[in-house]
């Protein structure tokens, strides 16, 4: 492609760029304006003689066929100056990677209603064998209506040189959108700028172990796509009514939010609206006079007043409003019904409650028991309270919490029979009181029996390595792979430089390095130190010398985010070869390319 790109250069005498968006192995993404129809426009241009140039021109035909209100229209393809350009409709917005940088993760409602959306316009496309191919987080907009609109249909997954037709891959990035709206980490198929989501033996957390606060099922969704293959067995119009379902009323507070959020706006810009004609004074006055001379309608109701308030918690938006109707009175107080002190007399059927003279406190020498008496003297006298006794009640007196003290007494007799009877069953059955057997029993504090002990894996001796790519022919730089296992962290073996991702649409679908442990051994973990992050690594376990992975199972996985990380084994394998497999690579400038500086294997 010509160098002289840049802003102001004019294609096909018409579309005159403006701004570079993005940049992709030699294709560009511009923001051009339209001097035939006074418009922005978005374009894809390529050089004509790129690989990818074809794949771009038969995407922008696919795109076409498909129409929606929330994609950006194909508008034209042409070539000029050896140049081939896809000029899309312009779409004015904020891009979803760009709303959870500023503003972090959505609710859960209004992620839902998002991906609800795109996955209405993807069932439609996949119902015309149509797949869009990137539908990363870069790629969604949401205009400044509130509305959701997709970038790049087929043309942006052309542009960085993807076969058409991934419709599996949509699906994966469709519950990756969700996942990354609720998150704000990316777990989908293709790659984004958003931060990736953290993972666990190879599969991604669910949503719930990394944000609090998201529904099952919408959790449930995203561990089933994928983490267990739900790809290839759901499809976009069954997401899009799984979500609906979802979201029932509170889909209009959703979309009512999305409505509310500001978007970074263009500096400069003033907005200059046609002025009005002022309206003949003649007329105004015969209004104003017509309107004087007709009698003031009242229908006899206040004008009314509310204020919106925003739940935050659902989304949804209610009116707290003016009462125009007074409230009723609260009901009168009812007199409480007299109590008289004493009950009637005994001819009416019922005791007759006289008081109780005050016993003498201990303080004067009396027997009696009054704990509130704070006086000196006996009788009535200041300090006592007066008690009453019925004439039909036992006539002897009890101190307050007698009671308390028997039902107490009861109790822990009850709890002592309780345990004599324990230490007595544990007797009979010939252990100790406590129920463990004697030998338990004769073992110190922090002994425990030799028969329960697990042995403990160690670091397997005398390893050797070799380099192992099944799938090329040239070999994965032979030479050093001896310096994976010579025990030194600063020396290590490193694959060859890779343009593409390892994967299903990279050339191979993984390298490394064949261990050869000198005997038939139980390895039960291995321990890696790398160079780079991230690393995803695969461990298989073989008696024989492998040439490739055919019949083999792996025994763990992982992905290193750091510099070190343990593969630990889901069982116990034993053989005699141990293959390290790296399926992701580390990130270098120009590509991709993993390195291994120590490789220990433990066992037995």
């Known amino acids: ?158 542009l960085h040189g993807l076969p058409s037709g991934r419709i599996a891959t949509d699906i994966a990035d469709l519950v990756g959108l969700l996942y990354a709206a609720m998150t704000g980490k990316w777990a989908g198929a293709s790659r984004s700028t958003v931060p990736p989501a953290p993972s666990s033996h190879g599969h991604v957390l669910r949503p719930r172990q990394v944000r609090a606060g998201i529904p099952r099922t919408l959790d449930s969704l995203c561990d089933h796509v994928l983490n267990h293959g739900g790809d290839t067995e759901v ?26 959020i500001e978007h970074p706006k263009r500096g400069g810009e003033t907005v200059v609206l046609p002025p009005l004609n002022d309206p003949p004074v003649r007329e105004m006055e015969e209004e104003a006079d017509e309107r004087s001379d007709e009698p003031a309608k009242d229908d006899g109701l206040a004008t009314q007043a509310g204020m919106p308030i925003f739940h935050e918690d659902t989304d949804e938006v209610t009116w707290l409003r003016h009462h125009t109707d007074k409230p009723a009175p609260p009901p009168a107080f009812e007199p409480p019904p ?142 050093e792979a001896p310096l994976a296992v010579d025990g030194h962290a600063n020396t290590a073996w490193s694959t060859l430089d890779y343009k593409q991702q390892f994967g299903d649409a990279g050339l191979k679908t993984g390298v490394g390095l064949v261990l050869d442990l000198q005997g038939t051994h139980q390895v039960s973990e291995v321990d890696l130190t790398t160079v780079g992050s991230p690393t995803a690594v695969s461990i298989y376990v073989s008696p024989t010398d492998p040439d490739n992975l055919d019949g083999l199972t792996p025994v763990g996985s992982t992905q290193i985010t750091g510099t070190a990380g343990t593969v630990t084994l889901d069982k116990p394998a034993t053989g005699r070869y141990v293959v390290v497999w790296l399926t992701k690579l580390p990130a270098v400038p120009g590509g991709f390319r993993g390195q291994i500086a120590e490789a220990v294997v433990k066992g037995d």
């Open 1 to 158: 492609m010509p160098e002289h790109n840049r802003p102001g250069d004019v294609l096909a005498d018409r579309y005159r760029l403006t701004d570079l968006l993005t940049e992709s192995r030699g294709g560009r993404f511009w923001r051009a304006f339209d001097s035939v129809l006074q418009r922005d426009v978005a374009v894809h241009i390529i050089s004509c003689d790129d690989e990818r140039a074809p794949l771009l021109r038969a995407a922008a035909r696919t795109s076409a066929t498909v129409l929606d209100r929330r994609m950006l229209r194909v508008l034209d393809i042409d070539e000029a100056a050896d140049r081939c350009f896809v000029v899309n409709e312009w779409g004015s917005g904020t891009s979803l990677d760009i709303m959870l940088a500023d503003g972090g993760p959505l609710s859960p409602t209004v992620a839902a209603w998002i991906v609800a959306e795109v996955a209405d316009t993807l069932a439609l496309a996949h119902d015309a064998q149509v797949a869009h191919g990137r539908l990363v987080p870069e790629n969604v907009l949401i205009d400044t209506d509130g509305s959701v609109r997709l970038i790049g249909f087929a043309v942006d997954a052309a």
């Open 235 to 260: 499809s976009a119009a069954m997401l899009a009514d799984s979500l609906r379902d979802f979201l029932g009323p509170s889909a209009m507070a959703a979309e009512a939010w999305l409505a509310r």
């Open 338 to 479: 007299e109590r008289p002190l004493f009950a009637p007399d005994p001819e009416e059927g019922q005791p007759v409650r006289r008081p109780r003279a005050a016993p003498v406190s201990p303080g004067a020498g009396g027997g009696g028991f009054w704990p509130w008496d704070t006086g000196t003297g006996a009788g009535t006298g200041s300090g006592t309270l007066p008690a009453y006794v019925d004439d039909d009640e036992d006539g002897g007196r009890h101190a307050p919490g007698t009671n308390m003290l028997r039902l107490a007494g009861i109790l822990a007799a009850c709890l002592l029979v309780l345990v004599a009877v324990v230490i007595a069953f544990n007797l009979g059955r010939g252990k100790t009181p406590l129920g463990t057997t004697k030998d338990e029993s004769s073992q110190g504090p922090g002994r425990t029996s030799s028969s329960s002990g697990a042995p403990t894996a160690s670091a397997l001796t005398g390893v050797t390595a070799r380099d192992f790519d099944p799938q090329g022919t040239g070999g994965e730089n032979p030479q």
